[in-house]
């Protein structure tokens, strides 16, 4: 897999994930929850290299706002067949302006 990782943000998406991640949605995972934005995932091992070379190369030409609101979270399955199916939405609401 090939991900970009969140900087900014990080410690209140773990919050977020703690917070939801009880009672009867509770989930024991497999790996740390760690947020990030996937860009590539089941490549075959031989294109992995060329894949991250090509996605470090990409973003560092990137010259726009690396910042995204997050105004709605989508809760989804990994199915058997190893498809993503959404289970739910929440809207998060409005910016607040200071």
Same mark, same amino acid.
């Given at each position: 897999? $090939?991900?970009?990782? $969140?900087? *900014?943000?990080?410690?209140?998406?773990?919050?977020?994930?703690?917070?939801? !991640?009880?009672?009867?949605?509770?989930?024991?995972?497999?790996?740390?929850?760690?947020?990030?934005?996937? $860009?590539?995932?089941?490549?075959?091992?031989?294109?992995?290299? *060329?894949?991250?070379? %090509?996605?470090?190369?990409?973003?560092?030409? %990137?010259?726009?706002?690396?910042?995204?609101?997050?105004?709605?979270?989508? %809760?989804?399955? *990994?199915?058997?067949? *190893?498809?993503?199916?959404?289970?739910?939405?929440? !809207?998060?609401?409005?910016?607040?302006?200071?």
């Amino acid at each position: 897999m $090939i991900y970009v990782s $969140i900087q *900014n943000g990080f410690a209140e998406l773990e919050r977020m994930h703690s917070a939801l !991640n009880t009672g009867r949605v509770a989930f024991q995972e497999p790996y740390p929850y760690h947020p990030h934005v996937t $860009i590539a995932q089941e490549l075959a091992p031989e294109d992995v290299h *060329n894949a991250a070379q %090509f996605a470090r190369w990409r973003w560092s030409e %990137f010259k726009h706002s690396r910042s995204a609101w997050i105004d709605r979270l989508t %809760f989804v399955q *990994n199915t058997l067949e *190893n498809c993503w199916t959404d289970l739910a939405m929440l !809207n998060l609401g409005s910016p607040v302006v200071r």
